[in-house]
């Protein structure tokens, strides 16, 4: 099923839906997403991907559509997307990804959590190198033949394909991202979920005791509202 499935299954931090304020963090993104293509979805494929997300979160309608219209306007803060990189204690590599409306307040907390935790705060390029990006569709299984539909999205840049509980995970390359949208919009897929991913190129295991070091520095970072993903090398 390959090494994304594997670390799907088995990495600690925990994915959006499980986040706390999940709904702040979508709305930024469809703010950024509106600031960067505007706000029809139909022109704007990050904006297409936020809305698909806020859907797959339970995120009510008149939400998603009080935070398109808030992005149009001139009082929306423009948020920056600005990445973090370090290692936790027992050398596990860090990478946080954030979006801001104020760095300076940004900074400061991920140094603070880094510093609390025993961890150390790294300079851009320092452990970016140890992950691949990835872009992930997920969709329903439905009554799809897998091997047909791998064959038929071949030609649209996916590398994997494969069954997870109830629904189909789609993986390609990162600037594969629009094509494999494109590919599932011709066959008439709808998407449930899609995005993009870090995946450790290798990962270490700890002990139990070490591993709870870890998840500290972990939980601290992922309940930061300026804070959208964490990805980390332990096994």
């Not at 993009?196 to 190129?201: H, N, S, T, V």
Request: proline fraction near 2%.
């Amino acid at each position: 099923m390959g090494r994304a499935f594997e670390f799907r299954k088995a990495r600690k931090f925990k994915r959006w839906a499980a986040m706390s304020k999940t709904f702040t963090r979508i709305g930024k993104e469809i703010a950024i997403a509106v600031k960067e293509g505007g706000p029809e979805p139909e022109n704007n494929t990050r904006l297409r991907n936020a809305i698909q997300n806020a859907k797959a979160a339970n995120m009510p309608k008149d939400n998603v559509e009080r935070a398109i219209k808030r992005a149009s306007s001139k009082d929306q803060a423009d948020y920056k997307e600005v990445n973090f990189e370090g290692y936790a204690p027992h050398g596990i590599a860090i990478l946080v990804e954030t979006a801001t409306d104020n760095n300076t307040r940004t900074v400061a907390n991920v140094r603070s959590y880094f510093n609390k935790c025993n961890g150390s705060l790294g300079t851009s390029g320092s452990v970016e190198f140890l992950f691949e990006r990835k872009c992930h569709f997920k969709i329903e299984k439905g009554n799809h033949d897998i091997e047909e539909l791998e064959l038929e999205m071949i030609d649209y840049g996916i590398e994997e394909l494969f069954e997870e509980d109830d629904h189909i995970m789609i993986y390609g390359e990162f600037s594969e991202f629009g094509n494999i949208q494109r590919g599932l919009e011709q066959l008439n897929i709808e998407v449930i979920e899609s995005g993009y991913e870090r995946i450790p190129l290798n990962t270490t295991a700890l002990s139990e005791e070490q591993q709870a070091d870890v998840d500290k520095l972990l939980e601290r970072l992922e309940e930061d509202d300026d804070v959208m993903n964490v990805y980390h090398t332990m096994a």
